[in-house]
């Protein structure tokens, strides 16, 4: 792992104690290993969230089950909902963000390394103030243990009337300690890509993901806040007596969900533009091509940005607003999969006329380009208000935004793991734990969540602890379960993986992939300085230019 | 800054929709047109503050580091006297017309907003104090005039934000 | 070679897997034979939910185009443009972009969103602003934690958990309003062959309708959490012919049987605190905050449809409450046997 001190090749360095290493990644503001903190903490509450998702589906099984109570039940799933979208997903695509974007653009760190530090360690604390009120909700009123509102805790459920005792506070202030390090990071991380480029790369010369990162940066601190301010107002509410979401004193149900779907809209789509950078720079080295149509993929995402803003209330179709802003926000929803279906269309371009190469991380980024497909295609299904009617609040939602979540951004996270996992600690994954991986995540995730669609069309609502036989609900509700754990078999195959490799894999050098990005021109892992000189860079590949000298990208871009 | 700039606007700007979304709505209990009065020189104070905090970033550019310290203070006491009437004016509210944050929606989004922005005040007085304290120890020179220009932004931004609120409750909204 | 080969298979499987499930909907999707309905949005029995339904397979039918599309242009290249042994150490030619394809997949797909649009706008309108015609039906909804109340203010009728409405024929419609209010928190009324779900939110009343063409029971149950018990606030929706739903709407209208044998349990009833919650029509007893119990034995369930409406389970029911539906805000009753028995006999009286 990287020392903090100059690396000179054969010297004998005696190892470190334990604690004097531990004392190093408390206390460290380098990026690379801030990136692996988040990324570990990350993981750590995948498996959390996942155990969570599997007691949901064994109560599931079959109908009437008794596995747990439905107070269990109802925290089961708020909690697997927070704690995937805050302190999985989230993390793990912050972590990628700080490991990877100086990197690429050539620079020492990012801008503001102790405002790093600090961001990390607000969101994991959130995370651990989440998970501290299974010991803590009880709070006075005996109502405790961890909150049950659902992750939206729309309003007035998460009122005071309706969730005495602490549990719903813990959900408030874990988001909002969390949403403040967010908003760090994403500080950060704009300043890094906007001041910290190294000489040469002009801003339409940065790789992709460093493009995608800035977006997702910009929407973090417009959509995250509107969240946090409702979250003060929620607290307010419940602390202060005040009356912002309180019915009874003229106060709007409604407006909690406008504030936080301004929020858990844009949010959706700060998840999945990391994702389509993992994509935009895996499917290229893959395909021996560089991506296809750079300046439209900028332009696309910078879009879909702007779009996402305007689209929120498709989650409110059913509360009852008026024909003109559903039709509003039917066209809206629909036009913002003009600018998605152009990404998936450039990828396919990348690959075409490629030599294309079914190592691990390319084949999760083929998986995802036909799993993200079908998402969106349901989702302008459900982008058509009146069918919205039907399917929002059924599982044919909870189907839809899991194909998006798992088969789009976890798997091109798998894709992202395979492919920098050589570069962040030296040494290669094995590819046969990888395709074993692969193909049982694959089996397991369509077996669940192709057939979850179904429940949804025939009626069944989502969020109950269980459900009548004789709807047709059964059966498919066990295939779903079967394949929840198929799944959960295949995250173990890739934990073994991950710690296996790092003793007993290969050693990667700089360069495992033939690469083009900078990240590939040092050595593996990267020495904490970074680049020993401050690179100077011609095009959008400079290792391509260097490599095939005769042919260099400069001369067409 | 600037990024902290725009993500401290959306978080204003959410409660400013929820105050103008409630305007009118109260069931009970006091109007803004019954209570408030408009806090026309504790905004001058506020709105100079800005002048005087950009005089001093000024000064210090050019090294005039006692000049820079006189606006500096004067910023900070402008600040603090727009605090002082924030708080005469919540005392008056809440002991003469009885109206808290739990009195009607218009208490709620009234106190909310205008305390959420004081909040952000006093936050930026802090910064300002601290500021000044070594300023008086003689650290603060003409190469720390980047960080005092990164400071007098946010201070700017929280004035622009009291222009704003100012305009939605004591103009608009009565 | 096997990378090669487990890809193409791993395809071949994806499609095979395709085909299974699309058999599956279909076969999930046949309409059951009893009057008792499911709940299969497919399978509409009334014009708002026909409408959304031939929207659906409208919007179905285009999105499964584009699929079938950019699937076999996925599947394409990822079998003609695999990396062989023979390639190695060769860079294929670097292609950098093209206007015209770009051009050309940015505008095919604006032109179906405006397609897609104006067919569902045309749905919106005529599903929500439709008029209410003098002479429909009205009934007003309020949503409870976790139980539903049902009131016929033209009528007089109040009652609960069980819908009666009539059945519509299509040249002469014979629609039911519903004005959905809540008394908590949100809900959602949803019965899938009837019209598409509405929410139930407090301070924020909505409006729909149902025309059910066809006569029998239609399931729902509520489709926004709404607490504990969310996923037993189940709905009944009984469509009756014109006189049968007459001969309901009479017998609700009346005020509560008197039955001489239920004088011990009705005495009981009213001086326990059952009457500060439940209202029995014609009696003293007036609470609004549980359902109304005046006509209970003409309901098939109880609990709002966690139990079958039987002198057992209304026993075990107003004993405990927690070993139906544990969660539910109505508390253990706590009597003793001998009243227990005479209050359960009261409930019985009430048809």
């Known amino acids: 792992m990287s020392s903090n001190a100059i690396t000179i090749p054969g010297a004998q360095i005696p190892a470190r104690p334990w604690v004097d290493e531990l004392h190093q990644w408390l206390t460290t503001v380098d990026h690379k290993r801030l990136g692996i903190l988040y990324i570990a903490s990350a993981l750590l509450f995948l498996v959390i969230g996942g155990v969570e998702a599997l007691i949901i589906r064994i109560q599931l099984m079959h109908s009437h089950n008794n596995f747990i109570s439905p107070e269990v039940f109802n925290r089961m799933f708020t909690m697997h909902g927070t704690t995937m979208i805050f302190f999985v997903a989230m993390p793990i695509l912050f972590g990628f963000a700080n490991y990877l974007v100086p990197l690429m653009i050539g620079a020492r760190d990012m801008a503001f390394p102790r405002l790093n530090a600090f961001s990390f360690w607000l969101s994991f604390l959130g995370g651990l103030l989440l998970y501290f009120s299974f010991l803590g909700g009880s709070g006075l009123y005996g109502a405790g243990s961890a909150p049950d509102v659902g992750w939206w805790s729309y309003a007035p459920l998460g009122a005071r009337a309706f969730s005495p005792g602490h549990s719903s506070d813990y959900w408030t202030l874990a988001l909002l300690v969390s949403g403040f390090g967010s908003i760090g990071t994403a500080i950060n991380i704009i300043a890094t890509i906007l001041c910290l480029r190294c000489p040469g790369m002009k801003i339409n010369r940065m790789p992709l993901l460093v493009w995608m990162n800035l977006v997702m940066a910009g929407m973090v601190l417009i959509a995250i806040t509107p969240l946090s301010a409702a979250q003060i107002m929620l607290l307010i509410d419940r602390y202060l007596g005040g009356h912002f979401f309180d019915t009874q004193a003229g106060g709007s149900a409604v407006l909690w969900m406008h504030f936080f779907w301004i929020f858990g809209h844009p949010e959706v789509y700060v998840l999945i533009i990391p994702c389509f950078a993992f994509m935009s720079e895996i499917i290229p080295v893959f395909s021996r091509k560089p991506i296809f149509g750079y300046p439209v993929m900028v332009a696309a995402t910078v879009c879909i940005a702007f779009v996402s803003m305007s689209v929120w209330a498709h989650h409110m179709f059913t509360i009852g607003m008026s024909s003109y802003a559903n039709s509003f926000f039917t066209l809206t929803t629909m036009a913002v999969g003009i600018p998605t279906g152009i990404k998936i269309f450039n990828w396919i371009g990348t690959m075409w006329g490629g030599r294309i190469q079914f190592k691990t991380p390319m084949l999760f980024s083929i998986a995802f380009l036909f799993q993200f497909l079908i998402a969106g295609l349901t989702g302008i299904m459900m982008a058509a208000s009146p069918f919205d009617w039907q399917l929002s609040l059924s599982y044919f939602v909870v189907a839809h935004f899991h194909y998006v979540i798992v088969g789009g951004i976890l798997f091109a996270v798998f894709a992202a793991f395979y492919y920098w996992y050589p570069k962040i600690t030296g040494r290669m994954l094995s590819e046969r734990l990888g395709k074993w991986h692969f193909w049982l995540f694959l089996i397991g995730f369509h077996l669940t969540f192709d057939v979850m669609h179904i429940p949804g069309i025939l009626g069944m609502p989502r969020r109950i602890y269980t459900y009548e036989p004789g709807r047709g609900w059964d059966t498919l509700n066990l295939i779903i379960s079967i394949g929840a754990f198929i799944q959960a078999i295949a995250i173990l195959v890739f934990v073994a993986n991950l710690i296996i490799s790092y003793f007993k894999g290969a050693r990667a050098g700089n360069d495992p992939w033939d690469a083009w990005t900078l990240e590939w021109s040092i050595s593996s892992p990267p020495p904490a300085y970074n680049f020993a000189t401050v690179p100077t860079v011609a095009s959008r590949r400079p290792l391509w230019d260097l490599k095939h000298p005769e042919d260099p990208d400069s001369r067409y871009e | ?174 | 070679m096997v990378q090669m080969k487990s890809s193409s298979l791993g395809f071949l499987a994806q499609t095979i897997l395709l085909l299974f499930w699309s058999a599956m909907a279909l076969w999930a999707s046949e309409p059951k034979g009893s009057s008792s309905h499911g709940t299969n949005i497919f399978a509409p029995a009334s014009t708002p939910a026909r409408s959304i339904a031939d929207l659906s397979v409208f919007v179905l039918v285009i999105t499964g185009i584009i699929f079938v599309v950019v699937f076999t242009l996925l599947g394409y290249s990822v079998v003609k443009f695999r990396g062989r042994e023979v390639d190695a150490g060769r860079e294929p030619a670097q292609v950098y972009g093209s206007t015209q394809i770009e051009l050309a997949w940015t505008i095919i797909p604006t032109l179906i969103v405006v397609v897609l649009f104006l067919a569902t706008a045309r749905v919106i309108h005529a599903i929500q602003d439709a008029p209410e015609p003098a002479g429909a039906v009205e009934v007003t909804v309020i949503g409870h934690q976790y139980w539903w109340e049902f009131r016929y203010p033209k009528l007089g009728i109040v009652t609960a958990n069980e819908l009666h409405i009539p059945v519509s024929d299509p040249d002469h419609p014979a629609p039911t309003f519903l004005q959905l209010l809540s008394a908590d928190t949100d809900h959602s009324f949803w019965v899938p062959e009837l019209a598409g779900k509405t929410d139930l939110i407090p301070n924020h009343p909505n409006r729909m309708w149902v025309d059910p063409q066809r006569t029998g029971v239609f399931l729902g149950q509520c489709a926004q959490y709404c607490g504990t018990q969310h996923a037993k606030m189940l709905l009944r929706v009984s469509v009756d012919g014109p006189e049968d739903f007459g001969a309901w709407v009479r017998s609700q209208q009346k005020p509560a049987l008197e039955d001489a044998s239920a004088v011990e349990g009705r005495r009981l009833f009213e001086r326990n605190a059952c009457m500060n919650c439940h209202t029995v029509g014609g009696t003293q007893a007036n609470g609004r905050f549980g359902p109304d119990l005046t006509h209970l034995m003409s309901r098939s369930t109880i609990a709002a449809g966690a139990a079958e409406n039987n002198p057992n389970n209304l026993r075990l029911w107003i004993q405990d409450p927690s070993a139906i539906k544990p969660g539910s805000l109505m508390p253990a009753m706590k009597l003793s046997d001998a009243d227990l028995s005479a209050i359960v006999s009261y409930m019985e009286t009430l048809r």
């Open chain 2, 1 to 174: 800054m600037a990024g902290l700039i725009l993500a401290e606007s959306a978080i204003f700007t959410i409660f400013v929709v929820a105050y103008l979304f409630y305007l009118g709505k109260s069931i009970t209990g006091p109007t803004p047109s019954e209570v408030l009065e408009t806090p026309i020189f504790y905004t001058i104070c506020l709105l100079s503050s800005s002048l005087t905090i950009h005089l001093a970033a000024k000064a210090l550019e050019r090294d005039y580091t006692r000049l820079f310290l006189v606006f500096w203070l004067l910023t900070i006491a402008l600040g603090g006297l727009f605090l002082y009437g924030t708080a005469m004016e919540w005392h008056r509210l809440i002991y003469e017309h009885g109206l808290t944050i739990s009195t009607n929606l218009f208490g709620t989004t009234y106190y909310s907003l205008v305390g959420l922005h004081g909040f952000h005040v006093t936050a930026g007085l802090i910064m300002l104090s601290v500021v000044a304290i070594f300023g008086f120890t003689g650290r603060v020179g003409a190469s720390q005039s980047g960080r005092v220009a990164v400071l007098s932004m946010y201070w700017h931004f929280v004035d622009a934000v009291w222009v704003v609120v100012f305009t939605v409750v004591y103009v608009f909204g009565r």
